[in-house]
Each structure stands twice: as C-alpha cells, then as structure tokens.
C-alpha cells in the first residue's frame, strides 16, 4: 500500500492561499495526500472572492472554513507529514511545535485579499494566487517522495516554494 501523507498550509487569515492550496491538493493528490488548512489569526469565514475562485475551476466549496492552528498542535489532531506556510505574516511568526517533526517549506504568496482596486483586478489577484500555488502544487505532486531522503525532499519542497 502506498503511503499516505498530511499536509497543513499555514496562513495568516486562513482565508484565501492557504485554502485554496488545501482545495487543490486534495483535489490532484486524493490517492495519497490529506490537505489541511489553518491560520495564525483566522478570519473566521473564507474569502468569498477564494471561494468564487474555488467555483470558477469546478472545485467544491463547502467543506472550507478558516480555523486556527491550534486546532492541529492538539493532542488528538492528524499528523503532519509537511507543514507549509503560503504567507510571509506566517512564516515569520513563531509557528506551534508540530509532533512529528513534519518537512517545512516557505511557498510564499502575495495576498489576494490586500490588493484594492476594480472588481476586475481584485478577481485577477484571486486567479493569480490561485495559479501559483496550483503549479506548486503540480510540482510537489510530481516528486517522487517514496525514493527520495528526508533531506532530498526538504531541499525539493523548498526549491517549490520559489517557483512563480
């Protein structure tokens, strides 16, 4: 049997990015991947300018919402295998103990919910930010992490997190 492995995405907010990279891994990566995600200041409802992104591609919406991160450093929480942040906010503040010593990576995204302007370039933040993480997460899909060392695969995930 395959191995199976968790995936949390931190964000600020928990209310665009890091869904969305949540949306798209347990979309593609089903067969092997559990995406989470979580935020250091959840807003408490998910973007809903994410959430018409999240439709416009055909993927569901409804089992999203914007938590805490403390949500995964309980006891009883999953195991991450990989922790991800997608925001400099998260990944600069100090991140919970994860158990497990999950692989960390920083896949940086410009926040789609600062951008203001016209309903046209505010859509073109959300569709910008969504296809970034959408190739990152293609290239995290692509690796073959069952041969690879821990230290291969630290060094992969984080060479992602500078693909544009």
């Not at 300018?49 to 919402?65: D, F, M, S």
């Not at 006891?75 to 990989?82: G, K, V």
């Not at 994860?98 to 569709?127: L, M, Y």
């Not at 690879?148 to 992969?156: H, S, T």
Request: glycine share 6%.
């Amino acid at each position: 049997m395959d191995k199976h492995y968790n995936v949390l995405f931190l964000c600020t907010g928990n209310s665009a990015r890091s869904i969305f990279a949540e949306a798209l891994l347990n979309h593609r990566g089903a067969k092997s991947f559990r995406a989470f995600s979580a935020g250091s200041h959840p807003t408490g409802q998910v973007n809903p300018h994410a959430l018409a992104q999240l439709r416009a591609v055909g993927l569901p919406t409804e089992a999203y919402r914007s938590k805490s991160w403390d949500e995964f450093a309980r006891p009883n929480a999953p195991r991450m295998d990989f922790v991800f942040t997608v925001c400099d906010s998260a990944a600069a503040e100090l991140c919970p103990v994860w158990p497990g010593q999950p692989i960390t990576a920083h896949w940086g995204v410009p926040d789609p919910a600062a951008v203001k302007g016209s309903p046209e370039e505010i859509q073109r933040a959300f569709r910008d930010a969504f296809i970034t993480l959408s190739r990152r997460i293609d290239l995290f899909l692509s690796l073959p992490l069952a041969s690879l060392d821990l230290l291969a695969v630290k060094k992969e995930v984080d060479r992602i997190g500078r693909e544009r």
